[in-house]
């Protein structure tokens, strides 16, 4: 691969292996199932990111619900193999040394996407700058320009040490890589001996920059203080380029990417014009997130579909064809994956909960927005679910930000509600959401609630997880349930569309809505009419994971941004 054209994807956290601490939730998760599909496909792509030696955090919940937060530790070299290529970089007007180790994801003909963890780990460089790629998302400003640097910027020096001189299209998956283009920039002034930068220099940068926005929300955007950026990077003449990067005096790493890629995509559709909003001097296009179904399809429902669907691995529009898997099976498929989530659960919980009863699956970020509370806004309402309609019980996970108090607080009011619920609904709040969890929950549960503030969910994969097991969703329409969700069909709506594009938080009239579809529909469906509500579970599969998949997701990339 070294001697043609290649992909370069960089992200700050993939998720690769659920022993390998490198990512924090849905961004890393993307990134990592981007990558088996790549090398599914036989795209020639290679992978830059950093080696997170302490790991985002291992979650710990007190009687309280309370978060506290432990280092995570694991044996890198149990995983990973060091290179011994070594570059340099300036931080501080300080040489930091850099080295990579590799990990190789194998697609099934067997192509190989390398992955590179870049790592400043080294003994040559100071005891502070050595803790630089240690901890995923950690420290204050001056901790993540400094791994923002060391990601772009040693990434793309790291990249040519290995003998990768061919690179077709750089892709920042989010803002954090951006400091990559002006490195770019550096390489084609040197190599045309410039003394400035040019509007060829800046445009060859263009043509080689492909930029993913992940996110409406705010802090979702790095943005660093002038002082600080020379502190850590010195000067760069881009800095003084009108309209480049800085933006209201900040160097803002989305406006980089922006201003110097030409191709930027969100998410999902509803995402690409809520960016199309807030950065309306570009032009954004849309690639809606997928998962990879090899990775998230639990065994019961593997067997079911290589019984059915012969290819479905392959080629993942064949799921199409669950259509004509017998509800019999589908059910029994489904029992399966509840039985292996239910024996987690009552083991680590000891709660007994009953594999009979309806239960909903709420697992993601605790991040206010998302709303993981929303369910008991009508506490007494919720109550009389159990006993006027039929029997339910939750499950919930996720991690709160170390410094978002109140996302720990949210997961606090949570098991308020569980300890006042507790003699009409079981709720259980399961710690450290990892990969290995994620996947049993989204295949053991029976519905899958997703209910944030919209349209502040650029595309969430949670629920593309949940239909490759055919597991409904009830849903606000944000993100990629605007385009996943035929009523009554795939799933079911929270709320009514359009929501428009601001901030559109009513609390009352959502969680109404959400009590309704409980009461009306799904709880009496699920045990008065269990043959219409597999038929739901049929099409969430044929219609949702046939398409809200990463091999579609990618074959758009190729098509779209890569190999143009």
Request: charged share 25%; aromatic share 10%.
């Amino acid at each position: 691969m070294k001697n043609q054209e290649a992909i370069a994807y960089f992200s700050m956290e993939i998720g690769l292996d659920p022993e390998m601490p490198t990512y924090s939730g849905g961004l890393g998760i993307l990134a990592g199932d981007t990558i088996r599909s790549a090398a599914d496909l036989r795209v020639p792509m290679v992978v830059v990111t950093l080696l997170h030696r302490k790991g985002y955090f291992f979650q710990k919940l007190d009687n309280t619900g309370w978060q506290t937060e432990e280092p995570v530790e694991w044996s890198v070299d149990d995983f990973l193999t060091e290179l011994p290529e070594r570059i340099s970089l300036s931080i501080e007007s300080r040489t930091v040394a850099l080295r990579a180790w590799k990990y190789d994801v194998v697609g099934f003909t067997g192509f190989v996407v390398p992955v590179y963890f870049l790592d400043v780990d080294l003994e040559e460089n100071s005891e502070w700058d050595r803790t630089l790629t240690h901890y995923l998302y950690g420290g204050d400003l001056h901790y993540r320009l400094c791994q923002e640097a060391i990601l772009g910027i040693g990434g793309v020096r790291m990249l040519r040490a290995l003998g990768y001189k061919h690179i077709k299209r750089f892709h920042m998956n989010e803002g954090h890589s951006s400091l990559l283009t002006l490195e770019l920039i550096d390489e084609y002034m040197n190599k045309k001996k410039l003394d400035s930068i040019t509007e060829e220099a800046i445009e060859y940068v263009r043509k080689k920059c492909v930029f993913t926005t992940h996110t409406p929300v705010p802090a979702g955007h790095d943005k660093f203080p002038m002082d600080l950026v020379k502190q850590v990077l010195g000067g760069h003449e881009a800095f003084e380029i009108q309209g480049l990067c800085i933006h209201e005096g900040m160097l803002n790493m989305t406006y980089l990417a922006l201003s110097l890629s030409h191709y930027i995509n969100g998410v999902a559709k509803k995402h690409q014009e809520v960016s199309s909003l807030m950065f309306a001097d570009y032009k954004i296009d849309s690639i809606t997130n997928g998962v990879n179904v090899s990775t998230w399809t639990s065994k019961p429902f593997h067997h079911l579909f290589d019984k059915y669907i012969p290819g479905w691995e392959e080629d993942n529009f064949n799921l199409r064809y669950a259509l004509n898997i017998p509800n019999a099976e589908i059910w029994q498929a489904h029992y399966q994956a509840k039985k292996q989530l239910f024996a987690y659960v009552n083991r680590e919980a000891n709660i007994g909960m009953d594999i009979d009863t309806l239960t909903i699956g709420f697992a993601r970020r605790s991040a206010t927005y998302k709303r993981a509370d929303l369910i008991f806004e009508n506490i007494e309402r919720l109550k009389k679910i159990p006993s006027e309609v039929g029997m339910i019980q939750i499950i919930f996970a996720g991690k709160a930000h170390p410094q978002d108090q109140d996302g720990k607080e949210l997961i606090k009011r949570i098991f308020q509600a569980k300890d006042f619920l507790k003699k009409d609904i079981k709720i259980v709040y399961l710690e450290n959401y990892d990969m290995e969890l994620g996947k049993l929950i989204t295949s053991g549960v029976d519905i899958w609630l997703n209910n944030p503030v919209p349209p502040r969910e650029a595309s969430g994969t949670s629920g593309m997880k949940a239909a490759l097991n055919g597991i409904p969703s009830l849903s606000i329409l944000d993100g990629w349930w605007s385009e996943g969700c035929i009523e009554g069909v795939t799933g079911w709506a929270i709320g009514e569309m359009p929501r428009g594009s601001e901030d559109n938080e009513n609390r009352t009239q959502d969680a109404n809505s959400l009590y309704d579809k409980l009461e009306q529909i799904i709880v009496p469906m699920f045990y008065n009419d269990r043959q219409q509500f597999i038929n739901i579970m049929r099409h969430a599969i044929a219609l949702n994971g046939s398409f809200f998949n990463t091999q579609r997701m990618m074959l758009q990339y190729v098509l779209k941004a890569y190999f143009i």
